[in-house]
């Protein structure tokens, strides 16, 4: 069984890609909402390269916060409506390696795309190429903190009335320290200090929501199909 | 019956493999209690089963066949009572029982946008089954190709039937297994039970009509006693339950 594991969670990120293959549309849906949003911000402000300047990183980050959120419903909310969740238990993998893949499979088909879509969103602001660097591995690591609690959060709600509402209340909040630390270290890059620190604690909540999230995901999986 | 121009019964029912029989029951449910809310829907429900073993559960609607069916697949966990597998308590390590478990729920479970082969790969990898040959004994192999959306309520069973003897377990839980199935079908599914109880495995299906199943026996579930049904309440506090 244990050699089991590793081909079982791939079989399961094989079947989510190609699935976001075939609904390309889905897909590409968080990523283009991150593009337009963050394309409103300059109507919105004015024009001013000075202040759109220093918001770049602010809005970068809540717009790649807001835009991982869209997929999250469906995450395992169509597992659930058309009996697959319990076929996935039944293959013998531990509840939270099936949520870890599915959060894996998450970050790849919204997470990937959207750190894709940063560059040329943060340009388009006229953030400083020389801060680039800091922005995409803040970017990286804040995706995959988004879809550990992202994944997290949807296993939780899976099966309540109006899980959609909820959600959004429930991975904004825990999520607040990613963007807290990954727009300070932006911010200190484009000040010239030093932004080293910022990086390092974004990467300490990675490494506590990797091994947390997935246990209460499968909890929360194990619960949905009662 | 199969067609003369298929292939022989033998070659496709050599996907189920061959359950050691061992001395004592295989399957021992005790005292099994379900509640739903506020309302008992299992009361103490209890029955073995010993290799080759085939039990039909009827009952009328509502009457608690599927929650059993999904107790005895480790889905749910009963509020009382045990099961056991060899006399080892099974619900202890729920993980562990689903490898022995094959089970088909109320719902096909297929990705409208996989093609069938694609849909039976999970259950392939967890197994080691080989998916041709089971699609095969489901006379689906020409299907394999098409995305599961094109195919019909019945065709789309037979591919949930597929995984279930994919599954290659020695305990099939089967929720109304004939949903939608034809006459030909249901010939089919008479063969792959019989295959399966002489390999030593256990079939247990709820169901409405009979099934191919001969000399199985039949646990009747009593369903609702009038005084049970909950009655709405005037002023339900609807929105306060998520």
């Known amino acids: 069984m244990t050699l089991r594991i590793p081909a079982l969670i791939t079989a399961i990120l094989e079947r989510d890609l190609r699935l976001a293959l075939r609904h390309g549309a889905d897909t590409l849906g968080a990523v283009l909402f991150f593009i337009l949003a963050g394309a409103l911000f300059p109507l919105a402000l004015g024009p001013s390269p000075e202040l759109l300047r220093r918001m770049a990183p602010g809005i970068v980050w809540v717009c790649a916060l807001l835009a991982a959120l869209l997929p999250l419903d469906r995450l395992f909310g169509s597992e659930l409506e058309d009996g697959s969740l319990d076929q996935l238990l039944m293959t013998g993998l531990p509840p939270s390696l099936i949520a870890l893949a599915k959060m894996m499979a998450h970050w790849l088909t919204t997470g990937l795309p959207l750190l894709l879509a940063a560059g040329p969103l943060a340009i388009m602001l006229g953030m400083p190429t020389s801060s680039m660097v800091v922005l995409l591995t803040g970017l990286l690591l804040g995706t995959l903190i988004l879809s550990l609690i992202g994944g997290m959060a949807a296993s939780v709600v899976l099966g309540a009335r109006r899980g959609g509402v909820l959600l959004p209340l429930l991975v904004l909040p825990l999520t607040t320290p990613a963007l807290i630390f990954g727009a300070a270290a932006l911010d200190a890059a484009q000040t010239g200090l030093s932004w080293g620190p910022d990086l390092e604690l974004l990467g300490a909540f990675l490494a506590a929501a990797l091994p947390l999230c997935p246990l209460a995901a499968g909890a929360g999986l194990r619960a949905a199909v009662e | ?242």
């Open chain 2, 1 to 242: 019956m199969p067609c003369p121009h298929h292939r022989p019964i033998a070659r496709r029912i050599s996907v189920i493999p061959a359950f050691t029989p061992p001395g004592r029951p295989l399957l021992e449910v005790e005292n099994i209690s379900v509640f739903r809310g506020e309302r008992l829907v299992l009361d103490r429900v209890g029955f073995t089963l010993g290799a080759g073993d085939a039990l039909l559960l009827t009952g009328p609607n509502g009457a608690g066949k599927s929650t059993l069916l999904r107790v005895l697949a480790g889905l749910h966990k009963p509020e009382g009572g045990h099961v056991l597998w060899s006399g080892v308590d099974a619900l202890a390590d729920r993980t562990q029982h689903a490898g022995r478990v094959a089970y088909l729920g109320h719902q096909d479970a297929l990705k409208l946008g996989l093609t069938l082969r694609e849909n039976l790969t999970l259950a392939a990898r967890a197994s080691g089954g080989n998916p041709d040959l089971c699609m095969e004994s489901l006379n689906i192999s020409g299907l394999a190709d098409l995305p599961a959306r094109m195919l019909s309520a019945g065709q789309k069973r037979r591919a949930a039937l597929a995984r279930v003897l994919l599954a290659q377990a020695p305990l099939w839980l089967l929720d109304e297994p004939s949903l939608g199935l034809d006459i030909n079908t249901m010939g089919l599914l008479g063969t792959l039970f019989a295959a399966h109880r002489q390999a030593g495995g256990i079939v247990i299906a709820t169901t409405h009509v009979p099934l191919p199943l001969p000399d199985a026996r039949t646990h009747a579930l009593p369903g609702l006693n009038e005084s049970d049904i909950p009655q709405p309440l005037e002023d339900f506090p609807e929105d306060d339950l998520l």
